[in-house]
Nanobody, 116 residues
Framework: QERLVESGGGLVQPGQSLRLSCTGS????????FNWYRQAPGTERELVASISTSGSTDYGDSAKGRFVISRDNAKNTVYLLMNSLKPEDTGAYLC??????????WGQGTQVTVSS
């Protein structure tokens, strides 16, 4: 069973940056593609950013030009660097891993609050 743990959330002011981390516990981290989702109260879960096993990236419209997703397989960690944060970026950020053969894993989420 793969386990993912997110960290790095917090309270920041608009315009500031945060870097989120998602660390996997298993030995098959490198074969997974990863997604970061945002879940805000009363809204649907939104795909923020994705990274493939080869490092190819894709971003949701709200993240383009401001967020950067990356991975370090040696550290079993995926990162989400969030720049120029806005109040509408507020929410719980969840890491999702797709390992193939129907195996998926979710983290518990880390809260990001952007407020002055």
């Amino acid at each position: 069973q793969e386990r993912l743990v997110e960290s790095g959330g917090g309270l920041v002011q608009p315009g500031q940056s945060l870097r989120l981390s998602c660390t996997g516990s298993g030995g098959i981290f490198s074969i997974a593609a990863f997604n970061w989702y945002r879940q805000a109260p009363g809204t649907e879960r939104e795909l923020v950013a994705s990274i493939s096993t080869s490092g190819s990236t894709d971003y949701g419209d709200s993240a383009k030009g401001r967020f950067v997703i990356s991975r370090d397989n040696a550290k079993n960690t995926v990162y989400l660097l969030m720049n120029s944060l806005k109040p509408e970026d507020t929410g719980a950020y969840l890491c999702h891993g797709k390992y193939g053969s129907g195996l998926n894993a979710w983290g518990q989420g880390t809260q990001v609050t952007v407020s002055s």
